[in-house]
């Protein structure tokens, strides 16, 4: 109620302020008015000493036509600034009733063209005066005399130091109307201050009296809000299920896209062997067949006569269908290289194509890991922060029955350290790929996990029996930063896999300040 008094207040003083600008301007147009009438009755009566009086008869006519013509040139001026104002005025008001006609138009239908044909016809009026006072100001611009000049340069100063009065008073008015702002202005800050500190008192009273009715829905918002965690935490499983099997799928895929990358480049060497031969074999035959054509003309040079011509005919008879049998085998191995390298070319296409999938499959393998670390962080968050004692229950049931191997990923409480009293748990997810399972062939329950089921178990149980011991105790430097010890811990530290550091002390430091060995890499969990 206070701060709406003080608005109302404010809005009254600039509505009073407005009003009393245009009472000043009325006052100002009046004075002016006057002002020039009586100009116009004095400067009839003007006369100048030292002129003859036939010219001072004629420069008096002169003045007196001169000193109308300004005045009606001001006249003119004041009537321009009346229908500027009326124009003004009725735009004003044809806005206001635009926006009202979008609820009635048929009432105020009549009202708008009204007053758009006034607003017409003043403006034609307006435009009429503007050029009567250009023709008056360029007929008084040729026939005005120095005496004129002088009259108009003596009223003109007048003029401004009227002006100037007038502004100094209207600069005063402001100043005082602004004090008085500023004043209200403070008033109303210091009554809001004041709401805002007996609002803050009366929260503090409430909270100081809580009813027995007000705990029972605390403890109904404490269930529901649990009940919505549980439920977060079974999506999160089912979403962390789901990833596992993407994970063996991709896993899957990527072992067959490396067979048969594999089997494409052995039958690529192949092929290159192959036509490495062939090539030998065409070179080979090539040679032999220039030498079978040389030794060819050589018989034909030194052997003369029909003995001559026949064992030339049974020699070149010999030495066609050898050479058609070559031809035969050098088109059918030629047909055979084509082939061949046709096939070497579509497995190269095929090849290309299964690096291209299995380096998608690498880059989604690399992005599902990821969002498994992340999903695996926020798993870790929410069992320190929501679940409690019921949680850890659950865990060592699972942790004796053996569900945590799921797939390709296993929770385990890694790592229980102690620095200065303060019990630091990690959760963090182990990676293991199907070929080292596959070589270790072993199940998750046999003896090579038992020990460290049964350590989890023990460190647990311990954690249990400290809660119990102190369930009121709880440490407010878990989550901050060893280093600075003002950021909150953001980045768990690799190889050593400790949740201590925040992220800018994490990119600056190069060891633990836990265990002081050195760090190969982080995973940053929050920014």
Known sequence: MLTGASHEEIMSLRQQLEEGQVKMQSRLEEEEEAKAALMSLVSTKNTIPGVPNHERSQSVSEEDAGISATDHMDLLVEQVKMHAG??????????????????????????????????????????????KITETGEGSLASASLVDMQQTITKLTAQCSEKAFELELRTADNRILQEQLQNKYAENNELQ??????????????????????????????????????????????????????????????????????????????????LKSLAEEVTKLSVQNAKQAKELKNLQRSRPGSRASREFTNFSLDETSDLDSLKTELSVRKQREAVLEAALAEKEVIEEEYKRKLDDAKKRELTLENDLAGMWVLVARLKRGALGVAEKNGLDERLSNGELVNGDVRVAVNKVEKEDGVTIMVDKPVVTNDSTKDRCGEDPKSGQFEPVLVRLKAKIQEMKEKESDSPGEKDANSHVCKVCFESP????????????????CSLACSECPICRSSISDRIITST
């Not at 003043?122 to 435009?127: H, I, L, T, Y």
């Not at 705990?215 to 439920?231: G, I, N, P, R, W």
């Open 86 to 131: 009326e124009i003004s005025f009725s735009t004003s008001t044809l806005k206001r009733l635009v926006e009202q006609s979008v609820d009635d138009p048929e009432s105020t239908k009549t009202q708008i063209q009204n007053l758009e044909r006034e607003i017409q016809e003043k403006r034609r009026q307006m435009r009429a005066l503007e050029q």
């Open 193 to 274: 201050e004041r709401i805002t500190l007996l609002e803050q008192q009366l929260g503090s009273m409430i909270n100081e009296k809580p009813t027995g009715h007000s705990e029972s829905d605390e403890v109904e918002y404490l269930k529901s809000k649990h009940h919505a965690q549980e439920t977060e935490n079974e999506k999160l499983r089912y979403e962390l299920m789901q990833l596992n099997e993407d994970y063996k799928e991709l896993m899957n895929q990527k072992k067959k896209l490396a067979d048969e990358a594999s089997y494409a480049k052995e039958l690529a060497s192949s092929a290159a062997v192959e």
């Open 489 to 504: 811990t953001a980045a768990v530290l690799l190889p050593c896999r400790h949740f201590c550091l925040c992220k800018p």
